[in-house]
């Protein structure tokens, strides 16, 4: 059975100094309360930060560690002083968490943290190298540890690695404001399956990689050297037993007992949060004054209870943030309050269990209005703790939760006036719609739990593992491409029908740049010299460019997706007859559709027109390229024309002409000799099927094909070309 790695910052165990002494006890909060039960009921060890106070002498590290492995199932990581300092409270906490929650003007760039935040994820791969099991599977969380997936590759190529943000992931534009945004990406991109709480942070995330790295991807699948990477939503859910039972135990029923008395039977309002400015717990304040303001009635019959939780307290954003609560709090409570009426009752710290509970149990109104949250696990531990009750959630829009907890009061937490009149909704709801509602949300909560939430994620891993495991097998071997060059040897005469762009040169973004080295031409050169040998490339650009770049050689060329052909001593010629008179009437829908289209270009060609959108967005390149399809229906009818998709343009030609139907002059001619076709996307299909049989067929990336093998790169196709000429 395989043993699951969980990685993460810090262990669900803390580690104390009394008196000399060390002690350990559970932690609570964030990631450590979401998987603690998960990690206690399954075969797992947990590596992560032991954070103890002090200097650890050798004999100290060694007791901590044997008794977190022998009682906890955990492995510690040592950060240093310096560690601390610059790569959690620095990068991690001064940088990517204000970066990623989009408050960019508190993010800091700071070159020495982000060295140390590379650190200490070294220290976390030499963690998790120490105890790894070669069928381990290994899970690592958050945002700390963005790199790690990525270092982890590197030394275990075949790892099970799964990553999940337990933060908002950000747009696009605010992403790029890092410094080291490609680092981050490829270091998450280590990973075999990437998990968020919601769609649009998988959205983000997927447009992000296209645009900083070029990746392309499909149904969240991304190519990442030839290895398949999935990115999904996996919202996490709660142990929702034990929230539902437990405001039943004797601590929590006495903590409720104690807050009634203190409130005298008025409503109860209950926020609680993190000290954090990404809470909005500022706005949410002025909101409650605002409600005390608008609706006189409610003085004196409802009390909100604030509770924050400190947090991150030597960071100075934080220090104000804490002072302008504080402020808050005073303003109203001096403007409201009476004799026997405070209207805010504010606690700064945090809440053991049974007092949370016992305030989950009494309150009528959860007022959970985060500026930007992943998710939100206090909005369901809420709702599940009033199974079968009343109780009203008021839920901001910004939180990950909102997306699955439709049945709450749902506010933008930026429009104070909504804020008002979702609380004054909130209050005066029928308790028959309060239990509805809430019955509705725990539906979902009560089958969506942690474990659940756990097992769909590892089961997702392990299904993008088969799927790799299947295109892999696809890959031409040693042995596969042994028998290959045997054959080539072996064999009377032999044809190479090589795609150009994504098989012997990389695509980019600038397509001179994909202009043929001179290595590349000598290669080539040297094959097509060979005896018996025949090579044809084969590409969708102008005949003018492939005329330029390889005129010189004796190789037999196709341009323009098989519009036009020449032998290795001949002329240009067309497939079939030509004709182009449909281009006065296409060419202008095109250039319209360009020029709405940032980075699209119309490309013009004798028989053909291209609308070419390899600089264009991909997910806005798919709607244009849909509305172009419909918009060209009456007149491809008309000319007897077709469009056809290549991986960065839209081509229109005569109806039947393709790749396939150009190589197939070539291929018709050999019987029983060796035939070789390499080719990268689906436009070369149409070579790989009319291939004849026992034809040497090859896709290069790893993805559904009519070729029989698959090899990762160009370097791989440049490699086994290469191997040819070897004696």
Known sequence: MSRLLIVSNRLPVSVERRKGELSFKGSVGGVATGLGSYHDTHESVWIGWADVPGRLDAEEREHITAELRERHQCHPVFLTADDVRDFYHGFSNKTLWPLFHHFTQYAEFDPKQWAAYERANRKFRDAVLEIARPDDIIWVQDYQLMLLPAMLREELPDAAIGFFLHIPFPTHEVFRMLPWRRDVLEGLLGADLVGFHTYDYVRY??????????????????????????????????????????????????????????????????????????????????????????????????????????????????????????????????????????PIRYLYRSLPFNTLMGMYAVSDVALVTPLRDGMNLIAKEYVAAHAGREGVLVLSEMAGAARELVDAVQVNPFDSDAMVDALDTALTMPEDEQRERIDAMNDRLSRYTVQRWAEDFLGRLEEIKAMQAELEARVLDAASRKRMLAAYRSAPHRLLVLDYDGTLSKHTRDREKARPSAEMIDLLEKLATAEETEVVIVSGRKRTTLEEWFGELPVGLVAEHGVWLKGASGEWVTVEPMHAEWKQRLRPILEVYADRTPGAFVEEREYSLAWNHGNVDRRLAERRVRELKEALVSIVTDFDIAGTEGTRALEIKSTGVDKGRAAHRWMCREDGGFVFAVGDDHTDEDVFEVAPEGAWTVKVGLGPTRAAYSVHSTGDVISLLESMLAE
């Open 205 to 342: 995330f997927l447009g992000t990689a296209r645009r900083l790295l070029g990746t392309d991807d499909q149904y969240g699948r991304i190519a990442v050297d030839g290895r398949q990477v999935l990115a999904d939503a996996f919202p996490m859910g709660i142990d929702f037993a034990k929230y539902a039972e437990g405001i039943s135990t004797p601590g929590a029923k006495r903590e409720a007992a104690r807050v009634r008395e203190r409130t005298r039977g008025r409503k109860i309002v209950l926020s609680i949060d993190r000290l954090d400015y990404s809470k909005g717990i500022p706005d949410r304040l002025r909101a409650f004054e605002a409600f005390l303001e608008r609706h006189p009635e409610w003085r004196d019959k409802v009390t909100l209870i604030a509770v924050a939780v400190p947090s991150r307290t030597r960071v100075e954003h934080y220090k104000q943030l804490k002072r302008e609560v504080d402020e808050l709090v005073g303003r109203i409570n001096g403007a409201y309050s009476t004799l026997d009426w405070t």
